[in-house]
């Protein structure tokens, strides 16, 4: 994924993530059980595996990247997005370490928008945002308690929650490979525009 907008495929990610999350995709999500007592957007579930999953992945599995010449180098841009989603496992916003990670922020955002009643969420529109910092930080705006901001429809009951990625850091250069990391009480989300992933990547 590179430099995080505009590298065409960080905008693919976008668009999937935006196809996923609105319409008749978006109400898949909504009527989607996992097995036991487990969600789809669940604490205790990866977010690369939940990627995976929904079809969230660049279509590339390319050795490199020909539209960002500053990195020729790039392993397969599927890998890169995977182990950008694992680095969200350690990251925090601006709170530290007394705040939710960011990959349990934007899990706890997506679980709590497919169940939602009220306000009515229809809908998630996804952003990423490239502001290089020492701090290093990737965190959701405005911050990981309170992550994203909801805007009614019309005059209607319903709203879209608007979700923007903060990054500080690009993806580290080099080869990057990622193993498949499914685990059990997974149910597959059916009918979704790209199909499940299930292959390591490297």
């Not at 916003?93 to 928008?113: E, F, V, Y």
């Amino acid at each position: 994924m590179g430099s995080l907008i505009p590298n065409p495929m960080d905008q693919e990610i976008v668009f999937k993530l935006n196809t996923l999350f609105s319409g008749a995709n978006f109400l898949k999500l909504r009527a989607h059980t996992d097995g036991g007592s487990t969600t789809l957007f669940g604490h205790s579930k990866k977010l690369s595996r939940i990627a995976r999953r929904i079809g969230a992945y660049p279509q590339s599995t390319d050795d490199t990247d020909p539209h960002h010449d500053s990195m020729p180098g790039r392993r397969n841009p599927r890998a890169r997005w995977y182990h950008f989603l694992e680095m969200l496992e350690n990251k925090h916003d601006r709170a530290g370490s007394g705040s939710p990670t960011t990959a349990d922020a934007i899990k706890a955002a997506l679980q709590n928008a497919i169940t939602s009643t009220s306000p009515k969420i229809v809908g998630v529109v996804f952003n990423f945002t490239y502001t290089p910092s020492n701090t290093k930080l990737i965190f959701l705006e405005p911050n990981n308690t309170n992550p994203g901001h909801l805007f009614q429809v019309g005059t209607t009951a319903d709203h879209v929650l608007f979700l923007t990625l903060i990054c500080e850091v690009l993806i580290p250069a080099g080869a990057i490979g990622h193993n498949n990391n499914a685990s059990g009480n997974e149910n597959p989300v059916q009918n979704l525009p790209w199909p499940e992933d299930n292959q390591d990547q490297n």
